[in-house]
T-cell receptor
């Protein structure tokens, strides 16, 4: 399968624990995005990378959240000291941005569902 | 970010056409109109996009008003697999190409 893959698909944790999600984008895609989605709402933008550089972070991304894309390929999203309000689906997407051309469509993974007890 | 307005929900009968409206009165000249849909328990998927002219692809058609302040996604023959939340999004590629999702329209399709 050459789509965007996310791991784990489901994570149940206790409040206060740290969790990490991984996203593997489509191989030639240089842009990678993280979103969060709660039940009944549209996805909310969190952050995005161009290659290894994190170019934008939403105000939703509190200090407990950190995202990395160390080699410009896969990315991780870590949440420290989880709270019940962090329970959500975390979606990753990738796209191809070429200089002088319009950024391509976003391809989304199936998401990582987090439940904080 | 420019915003869009969509009905919360719509119903359709199977094999009939569906017209999903979207208002975007504050659209700027560099905004593309994108449509994504999200099937239950899946991530969103691209449907179609356009700038000024109407567009057709294998999934749907996009009709854009002459003043660009509204658009309509057209599914020519709805199937049960088209039941999803449809998002109309204005995308300024100068802003990193990110998508800002609204609430979308939940489409249900009756057999």
């Amino acid at each position: 399968d050459t789509g965007v893959s996310q791991d784990p698909r489901h994570k149940i944790t206790k409040r206060g624990q740290n969790v990490t999600f991984r996203c593997d984008p489509i191989s030639e895609h240089n842009r990678l995005y993280w979103y969060r989605q709660t039940l009944g709402q549209g996805p909310e933008f969190l952050t995005y990378f161009q290659n290894e550089a994190q170019l934008e972070k939403s105000r939703l991304l509190s200090d407990r959240f950190s995202a990395e894309r160390p080699k410009g390929s896969f990315s991780t999203l870590e949440i420290q000291r989880t709270e019940q309000g962090d329970s959500a689906m975390y979606l990753c997407a990738s796209s191809l941005a070429e200089s002088g051309r319009r950024t391509g469509e976003l391809f989304f993974g199936e998401g990582s569902r987090l439940t904080v007890l | 970010d420019a915003k869009t307005t969509q009905p919360n929900s719509m119903e359709s009968n199977e094999e009939e056409p569906v017209h999903l409206p979207c208002n975007h009165s504050t659209i700027s000249g560099t905004d593309y109109i994108h449509w994504y849909r999200q099937l239950p328990s899946q991530g969103p998927e691209y449907v179609i996009h356009g700038l000024t002219s109407n567009v057709n692809n294998r999934m749907a058609s996009l009709a854009i008003a002459e003043d660009r302040k509204s658009s309509t996604l057209i599914l020519h023959r709805a199937t049960l697999r088209d039941a999803a939340v449809y998002y109309c999004i204005l995308r300024d590629v100068a802003q990193g190409g990110k998508l800002i999702f609204g609430q979308g329209t939940e489409l249900s399709v009756k057999p």
